[in-house]
């Protein structure tokens, strides 16, 4: 990893010889007017990691936002770093790479620099991203195998446009035999992470491959209770001069991780973007946290807690 004066510009390295900027703004943003402020607003504080899938349906609003910056030349290509993300209906090999090109036409982009499979579910293939029976249970699709999925991802690297691949919504005992079988090792890993999951055993075996870990809900989703309002969280940020947000970004940065944020207002994107390192003691004490609690179930059964509706 390599270290910056701030925070906020911080790097950490992949697999791939390239790198990741850290602090990264999502895009699960409700509706294509606010994702399209929500992402510009995010680009012009500072934010040049950007989170996108092809489920959030609104990858034509990242893009037009992305867009109008480069036009306006206020970033150059190269200095963001886009990923989205294979949903679950589009597994089949065969149905990887029109799907990836799909979302690459919908951002107006010529190449990503991540792409995820966003869970390691295979929903039944079609175009509908939420297939259920009668009776409202999702139809999972058996007969194609995240292996199966992965050497699809490992052909549109091959083929160039796609800089980098990897998972989310995965555990470390279905992360293991991927990795081992990869001819591509995976990039990134994204998944919940904050300090009521820190998810430290996924932390070591990544730190030890050189996978990046991508944290998703550091601010725990804005869900209240919760980390945002824990005492630890608040006695630091008093202590530092800081925001609960700040801290808890703070403290996914200085362990290592990358981070994905969803702030929707400028007051709150400037707020989460202006990070600054805690003291060793302060982060040993959130370690020291003892509370444990996962708060979206998409990782037990592919099915997205937090997706905008009709979107
Ligand atoms: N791989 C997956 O399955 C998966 C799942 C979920 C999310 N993600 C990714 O992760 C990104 C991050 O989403 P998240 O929900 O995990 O983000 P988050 O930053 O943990 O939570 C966002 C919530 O926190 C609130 N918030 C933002 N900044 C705040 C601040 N400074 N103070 C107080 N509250 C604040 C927001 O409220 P307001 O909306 O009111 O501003 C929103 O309710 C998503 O956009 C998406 O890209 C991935």
Redesign the pocket.
């Known amino acids: 990893m390599r270290e910056h004066s701030e925070l906020r510009c911080r790097t950490i390295s992949m697999n791939n010889g390239r790198s990741i900027p850290a602090l990264?703004?999502?895009?699960?943003?409700p509706g294509l007017p606010d994702t399209l402020l929500a992402t510009s607003t995010a680009l012009e504080v500072g934010f040049r990691q950007f989170?996108?899938?092809e489920r959030?349906r609104n990858e034509e609003a990242v893009g037009e936002a992305i867009q109008d910056a480069l036009r306006e030349g206020k970033v150059r290509r190269e200095d963001l770093f886009i990923a989205t993300?294979l949903w679950n209906n589009n597994h089949r090999p065969e149905r990887v790479e029109p799907a990836f090109e799909a979302s690459l036409d919908r951002l107006g982009l010529k190449y990503l620099d991540l792409y995820?499979i966003?869970?390691p579910f295979a929903f039944q293939p079609g175009d509908e991203q939420d297939p259920r029976d009668q009776n409202g249970n999702v139809l999972y699709d058996h007969d194609v195998t995240l292996l199966d999925t992965w050497k699809a991802m490992e052909s549109l690297v091959d083929h160039g446009k796609c800089r980098a691949i990897g998972l989310?919504?995965i555990g470390l005992s279905e992360l293991k035999p991927i990795y081992e079988s990869a001819r591509i090792k995976p990039a990134v890993v994204?998944?919940?992470a904050?300090p009521y999951l820190p998810e430290t055993e996924l932390l070591e075996f990544c730190k030890e491959k050189g996978v990046v870990f991508l944290a998703?809900?550091?601010?725990?989703?804005?869900?209240r209770p919760g980390p945002?309002e824990d005492p630890v969280v608040l006695g630091i940020a008093a202590q530092v001069g800081k925001?609960?947000?700040?801290v808890l970004l703070a403290w996914a940065v200085q362990r290592g991780t990358a981070v994905?944020?969803?702030?929707?207002?400028a007051a709150?994107a400037r707020?989460?973007f202006d990070i600054s390192a805690l003291p060793e003691d302060a982060l040993d004490e959130i370690n020291r946290i003892q509370t444990r609690q996962r708060l979206?179930p998409?990782?037990t059964t592919g099915i997205?807690?937090?997706i905008p509706k009709g979107g």
């Open positions: 990264g703004f999502g895009t699960l943003i989170d996108c899938a959030y993300k995820l966003h869970t989310s919504d994204q998944v919940e904050h998703f809900a550091p601010l725990g989703h804005g869900m945002l925001t609960p947000a700040q994905l944020t969803t702030p929707r207002t709150r707020e989460n979206n998409v990782v997205p807690g937090f």
